[in-house]
């Protein structure tokens, strides 16, 4: 059951086996809120399903997304290896389950094993990666193939069915709601997308990725390389092919 989530997958059975017993699955509601800034992380999450944010509040009290952790990834785990705070409000974007985990029981893990303290060392650096990408691209890139990356992203880790608003995804991405709501119609008479409040609905996935900048495509590439396992890309690729082959050649 833990092993739905991707990272956790990758573990040696021995590492493991050194706090497996003392995971537990939680439900993770939309919006809940799962560190505050300043503040110490008490538990590390590990996600089967949905997508934790972490964000960044303005003064004006608007929310921008800086990073993102689905099933293959861990929120908190750096933090709790070295009793760090939370530089950030971390949320949860979409909802799903999670495997959590007391951090002081993971800093007892990894002080067991230098393996398992490399591999969480392997994930902050992806983690890292995302972030610069998201720099790069937000300060280069127009908002259509931005939100084609956000959704593509998104893909990867939940499916075509997003559960959130265009309010709460230009808030993501720190532009206007107009400029959100003009991209998504657009992109809803070419068919790439449909919404309604509450729900964005993907299409077309082939379609957004052609609309996209290299940047969802450089993420996925820099995971492959420091992990030597496919990327969430790749593996929503063959299942999207998968189910679109005729029956005949199931």
Known sequence: MHTRNKLLALLAPEDLARFSSDLRIVEMPLGQVLAEPHEPVQHVYFPHSGIISYVVEMSDGQMIETGMVGRDGVMGA???LDGKISPNRIMCQAPG???????????AACDA?????????????FFIAQ???????NA???VEPRMCRWFLRMND???PNLPLTQEFLAQMMGVRRTSVSLVASSMQKAGLISYKRGNIQLHNIPGLKEATCECHEA????????FGV???RAIADETLSSQLKPAHEH
């Open 78 to 80: 750096i933090q709790a």
């Open 131 to 137: 972030i610069q990408q998201s720099v790069g691209c």
């Open 230 to 232: 496919k990327s969430p």
């Open 157 to 159: 880790l939940v499916g």
């Open 113 to 125: 094993s230098p393996a398992l303290r490399a591999m969480l060392a392997k994930h902050e650096q």
């Open 219 to 226: 993420v996925n590439t820099q995971y492959e390389k420091i």
């Open 97 to 107: 389950v999670a495997s959590i985990l007391d951090s002081d029981k993971l800093r």
């Open 140 to 142: 280069v890139h127009l």
